[in-house]
């Protein structure tokens, strides 16, 4: 919970433990005995894990900088702690950011669209807020018997409000608002504005890179993933964002019909304004939904009952991997909202302790995350230590005697999460530094979204989702309706994350200067040399004007923002993806490609499921990725799996 006196503690320690990790890292007593048996470890008769261990740790000495000389090292020490701090405020702008936006709705015709679970959500909200009806007319300047009954609403930019209300208002003037207030997070001006953060940390990082003997922070980043290099990854990219933008341009002309249908109900002006726009994409795009397969969110989230997902997520896990959960009604956890179980295998014996904090709140960053507690390892003893994690969401709390009711992509994001849970609870390893989800960054999604293709199975789905109120199954019929639809919108939900990816590597392809000579994005001018010398050469680019040069470059349809803009970007800015949010879709190609033999010998295969445990699962990355996942499909990957399997290709 980022409350603020939490994140003074925290601005405090982080120096305190970066300063610390340096001086470990920059030891040479403590490299040399390292690197003696690092040289040495042909000799050494280790196991695949320890050779993985060793090289983890000589490759992370090096990494900080034990070779440079001093005065090198004591600038390297200077950037560090200077980034650590720079990405906390970074961090802590976005979520004050997010916090500090209302939209206080009191009239029904605002609130067209809305369907009552999501009004019943807003209306706890406000209540939460402390804002009442006399306090809402106060600020909406009218009189409180003027407030509509049930109201305030007070909708906010954290997921779990602001992806309801664009997915569902029909006030186009409000979305635009919304999407607004959004889309500029943190770059407006004023106390949170993060573009001279972003700024520094570019300058910090590209200083960093160079001081280790890389040309770019992309180049140092990718050195030890999968990748391994920033033109892997830009041929990857460049290889799925063309298929993705023609079905996203497709999409468009859909939705362009429906919106020219209001136009002549004269609920839009017949003019040049009525065409799609970036406020309208989650709105209409329902709408099609709607028309294409009679399906909308309004007529699956009844079904969609947050213990209910979370039973489903369970009972996946017991069918595949013989896993037992057990509610913990004793245990000391950090908030209310917080739950704990205890997981068993097959035979009973302890797996691990699992903890989900699955609901928003105003403290908490937001996404979906999964955190050790306690990683898993074996003492000298032998004595196997098992791990302690953690599941976050921000899913909507549940208000007004309404539980909390979750969207299609909400049920895919606990399945998600909890694929980073099994990485970590089921984790067989000897040592700390290799264990659960400390693996490459773009093989550490492989997990975690393979559990997602089971969210939406027919005989998965028919065990878990079953209607609040009455508790009946879902029907057939929605079964149907769910799998014929499963590739809608890809075109935008591909081409949205692919942007963003682009938009990360590019910051981070920045090298000795931060405009290329023949890019006219921005005028720039040089920077003085500080007192060692350093960044004499760089120059000041306006973040804002290099983001539109690159997504114009890069193609991005007008209709289409990155799903996470620069000023907002907490993966690669403070959350330790840089160069890195490629990942997701590298990964996806390999889980794609790894359900396809699942699909092919059957989606419960005990077999299969206990080569995945054994081979990814199990392993964390005790061994090379590509060894692990060779092991368990017997074949390199098929690149086009990714393609086939978004009905790209």
């Given at each position: 919970d980022?409350?603020?006196?939490?994140?003074?503690?925290?601005?405090?320690?982080?120096?305190?433990?970066?300063?610390?990790n340096?001086?470990?890292?920059?030891?040479?007593y403590?490299?040399?005995?390292?690197?003696?048996?690092?040289?040495?470890?042909?000799?050494?008769?280790?196991?695949?894990?320890?050779?993985?261990?060793?090289e983890?740790?000589?490759?992370?000495?090096?990494?900080?900088?034990?070779?440079?000389?001093?005065?090198?090292?004591?600038?390297l020490r200077?950037?560090?702690?200077?980034?650590?701090?720079?990405?906390?405020?970074?961090g802590?702008?976005?979520?004050?950011?997010?916090?500090?936006?209302?939209?206080?709705?009191?009239?029904?015709?605002?609130?067209?669209?809305?369907?009552a679970?999501?009004?019943?959500?807003?209306?706890?909200?406000?209540?939460h807020?402390?804002?009442?009806?006399?306090?809402?007319a106060?600020?909406?300047?009218?009189?409180?018997?003027d407030?509509a009954?049930?109201?305030?609403?007070?909708?906010?930019?954290?997921n779990?409000?602001?992806?309801?209300?664009?997915?569902?208002?029909?006030?186009?003037?409000?979305?635009?608002?919304?999407?607004?207030a959004?889309?500029?997070?943190?770059n407006?001006?004023?106390?949170?504005?993060?573009?001279?953060?972003?700024?520094?940390?570019?300058?910090?990082?590209?200083?960093?890179?160079?001081l280790?003997?890389?040309s770019?922070?992309?180049?140092q980043?990718?050195?030890?993933?999968m990748?391994?290099?920033?033109?892997?990854?830009?041929?990857?990219?460049?290889?799925i964002?063309?298929?993705?933008?023609?079905?996203?341009?497709?999409?468009?002309?859909?939705?362009?019909?429906?919106m020219?249908?209001?136009v002549?109900?004269?609920?839009?002006p017949?003019?040049?304004?009525?065409?799609?726009?970036?406020?309208?994409?989650?709105?209409?795009?329902?709408?099609?939904?709607?028309?294409?397969?009679?399906?909308n969110?309004?007529?699956?989230?009844?079904?969609?009952?947050?213990?209910?997902v979370?039973?489903?997520?369970?009972?996946?896990a017991?069918?595949?991997?013989?896993?037992?959960?057990?509610?913990?009604?004793?245990?000391?956890?950090?908030?209310?909202?917080?739950?704990?179980?205890?997981?068993?295998?097959?035979?009973?014996?302890?797996?691990?302790?699992?903890?989900?904090?699955?609901?928003?709140?105003?403290?908490?960053?937001?996404?979906?995350?999964?955190?050790?507690?306690?990683?898993?390892y074996k003492?000298?003893?032998?004595?196997d230590?098992?791990?302690?994690?953690?599941?976050?969401?921000?899913?909507?709390k549940?208000?007004?005697?309404?539980p909390?009711?979750?969207?299609?992509?909400?049920?895919?994001?606990?399945?998600?999460?909890?694929?980073?849970?099994?990485?970590?609870?089921?984790?067989?390893?000897?040592?700390?530094?290799v264990?659960?989800?400390?693996?490459?960054?773009?093989?550490?999604?492989?997990?975690s979204?393979?559990?997602?293709?089971?969210?939406?199975?027919?005989?998965?789905?028919?065990?878990?989702?079953?209607?609040?109120?009455?508790?009946?199954?879902?029907?057939?019929s929605?079964?149907?309706k769910?799998?014929?639809?499963?590739?809608?919108?890809?075109?935008?939900?591909?081409?949205?994350?692919?942007?963003?990816?682009?938009?990360?590597?590019k910051?981070h392809?920045?090298?000795?200067?931060?405009?290329?000579?023949?890019?006219?994005?921005?005028?720039?001018?040089?920077?003085?040399?500080?007192?060692?010398?350093?960044?004499?050469?760089?120059?000041?680019?306006?973040?804002?004007?290099?983001?539109?040069?690159?997504?114009?470059?890069?193609?991005?349809?007008?209709?289409?923002?990155?799903?996470?803009?620069?000023?907002?970007?907490?993966h690669?800015?403070?959350?330790?993806y840089?160069?890195?949010?490629?990942?997701?879709?590298?990964a996806?190609?390999?889980?794609?490609?790894?359900?396809?033999l699942?699909k092919?010998?059957?989606?419960?295969n005990?077999?299969?499921?206990?080569?995945?445990?054994e081979n990814?699962?199990?392993?964390?990355?005790?061994?090379?990725?590509?060894?692990?996942?060779?092991?368990?499909?017997?074949a390199?990957?098929?690149?086009?799996?990714?393609?086939r399997?978004?009905?790209?290709?």
């Amino acid at each position: 919970d980022a409350t603020p006196s939490m994140q003074k503690i925290v601005e405090k320690v982080i120096p305190l433990l970066t300063e610390h990790n340096d001086n470990v890292f920059m030891n040479p007593y403590f490299f040399a005995r390292v690197d003696e048996l690092y040289q040495d470890k042909e000799n050494l008769d280790l196991t695949e894990e320890q050779e993985m261990v060793l090289e983890k740790l000589h490759r992370t000495f090096i990494n900080n900088g034990v070779n440079l000389d001093p005065r090198s090292q004591a600038r390297l020490r200077e950037i560090n702690k200077e980034l650590a701090v720079l990405e906390q405020r970074f961090g802590n702008n976005v979520l004050a950011c997010t916090n500090a936006f209302r939209l206080v709705l009191t009239d029904s015709s605002e609130v067209a669209g809305l369907p009552a679970s999501v009004l019943a959500s807003a209306a706890a909200e406000a209540s939460h807020a402390g804002i009442s009806a006399r306090e809402a007319a106060r600020m909406k300047g009218i009189r409180e018997q003027d407030v509509a009954p049930g109201g305030p609403w007070l909708f906010t930019l954290h997921n779990a409000s602001y992806v309801p209300f664009m997915t569902c208002s029909a006030r186009r003037d409000l979305r635009h608002d919304m999407f607004t207030a959004y889309s500029t997070r943190c770059n407006t001006g004023g106390e949170y504005d993060n573009n001279s953060i972003v700024l520094d940390i570019i300058r910090l990082r590209i200083e960093k890179a160079g001081l280790l003997g890389y040309s770019t922070p992309a180049g140092q980043i990718l050195s030890d993933k999968m990748a391994h290099d920033p033109q892997t990854v830009d041929s990857f990219l460049g290889r799925i964002f063309p298929a993705a933008v023609r079905q996203a341009k497709a999409e468009v002309e859909d939705m362009q019909a429906l919106m020219d249908k209001d136009v002549e109900a004269g609920l839009l002006p017949d003019d040049s304004t009525s065409v799609i726009q970036p406020w309208d994409w989650s709105y209409y795009a329902e709408k099609v939904r709607l028309e294409k397969y009679a399906l909308n969110e309004d007529l699956i989230k009844p079904y969609f009952k947050m213990e209910n997902v979370r039973e489903g997520v369970f009972n996946t896990a017991h069918r595949l991997y013989g896993l037992n959960f057990r509610q913990l009604d004793s245990i000391p956890l950090y908030h209310p909202d917080v739950e704990g179980f205890e997981v068993t295998d097959s035979d009973g014996s302890l797996i691990g302790v699992l903890l989900t904090d699955y609901y928003t709140r105003s403290t908490k960053r937001g996404g979906a995350w999964m955190n050790n507690v306690r990683n898993q390892y074996k003492t000298k003893k032998g004595e196997d230590i098992r791990p302690i994690i953690v599941n976050v969401a921000n899913f909507p709390k549940p208000s007004s005697g309404m539980p909390s009711l979750l969207s299609i992509d909400e049920v895919g994001t606990m399945f998600h999460e909890f694929g980073h849970a099994l990485h970590g609870l089921l984790s067989r390893c000897t040592y700390k530094d290799v264990s659960g989800t400390n693996v490459a960054r773009d093989f550490v999604e492989l997990p975690s979204q393979i559990n997602e293709n089971w969210a939406f199975l027919p005989e998965v789905l028919k065990s878990y989702a079953h209607h609040y109120r009455s508790g009946e199954a879902i029907p057939d019929s929605l079964v149907a309706k769910i799998a014929v639809s499963k590739n809608f919108n890809q075109g935008f939900m591909t081409t949205e994350l692919v942007a963003a990816a682009i938009l990360d590597m590019k910051w981070h392809e920045l090298g000795s200067i931060y405009v290329p000579q023949d890019c006219p994005y921005a005028s720039a001018t040089d920077a003085p040399a500080d007192s060692t010398g350093h960044n004499g050469n760089l120059k000041v680019i306006d973040p804002g004007k290099f983001e539109a040069y690159v997504m114009a470059q890069a193609g991005l349809p007008e209709q289409i923002i990155p799903r996470y803009r620069t000023t907002y970007f907490n993966h690669v800015f403070s959350g330790g993806y840089s160069a890195g949010y490629y990942g997701y879709l590298w990964a996806e190609v390999l889980d794609k490609d790894a359900f396809e033999l699942f699909k092919a010998k059957g989606a419960f295969n005990r077999v299969t499921a206990a080569s995945f445990r054994e081979n990814i699962l199990e392993k964390g990355g005790s061994e090379e990725p590509m060894v692990l996942y060779r092991r368990f499909r017997g074949a390199d990957p098929d690149p086009d799996a990714l393609l086939r399997a978004r009905g790209l290709k």
